[in-house]
């Protein structure tokens, strides 16, 4: 098959729903309806983080950046992938598709590194909860989030020039709902050892490397927890992290099924349903078992209804 260049390469067509025939109304629906809770949801929880003092603190400082980055991730991508299953196939220009590309990439990096500053914020309130207000202060705080922005920004672009870099062959049809790093790579022609070895690298940096942390600060919290004689006291420092190790679970189980293969394993139809569940389902995810798992969170919940009840009546 003949080669395109960045330079004439016209774009890419998505395919991604296009075997589903009659069923693309309904998954519109679906998907759809997902979409609608999912913004709802995330926005609502930043606007009551920010209107509530008693959730003025680093947790849910972070859990609101959180929900940002989940509800920016998503705005690059279902929106287009709705368009597609309304009017079917379409199409994506070359730099439209490195640019979904690039911040599909980089708010999925910055999950991962905020989720890990949240794994800290959980070992220093639980392992020394008489520091907690000395070490999470403002500054520090600021300086985490303003990072994990920055870094997730960097590892995006890192993985957005090593697969546009490559020339693509004639066939230009994503079996894909949008511009994610496997299906484009299938794509190019030529050797693409190099490309695979450097995504490959990235990702276990972004992944491997958060989640390393993530996972020395559950040890440290685990072991502080077994030290605690009451098994009420065991119960209520585990249900601070509860929420934060679910999300963490799902979060990284799809992203490492997604991210850390060869491109020799890549199942189109598999693929496309973790990322369905990548993209649709764990951003929801996010609101709801920390609205369903967390007292103070379904306070302000209240109390916001409440308010905006009293405020009409």
Known sequence: MGQTNGTSWRGFVFLGFSSFGGLQLLLFALFLSLYLITLTSNVFIIIVIRLDSHLHTPMYLFLAFLSFSETCYTLGIIPRMLSGLAMGGQTISYVGCATQMFFSASWACTNCFLLAVMGFDRYVAICAPLHYASCMNPTLCAQLIGTSFLSG????????LVIFRLSFCSS???QHFF????????????????SELGILILSLLVLLVSFFFIAISYAYILAAILRIPSADGKKKAFSTCASHL????IHYGCASFMYLRPKASYSLERDQLIAVTYT???PLLNPIVYSL?????????????????????
Do not use: W
Request: glycine content about 12%; overall charge positive; hydrophobic content about 40%.
């Open 153 to 160: 920004y960097l590892f995006g672009l890192g993985m957005t």
């Open 172 to 174: 230009h049809e994503i």
């Open 179 to 194: 511009c994610d790093t496997p299906p484009v790579l299938s794509l190019a022609c030529g050797d693409t050892g190099l």
């Open 246 to 249: 679910t999300v963490v679970i």
């Open 280 to 282: 649709v389902v764990t």
């Open 293 to 313: 798992r967390n007292r103070a969170v379904q306070t302000a919940l209240r109390n916001a209804f409440r308010g905006s009840l009293l405020g009409k009546g």
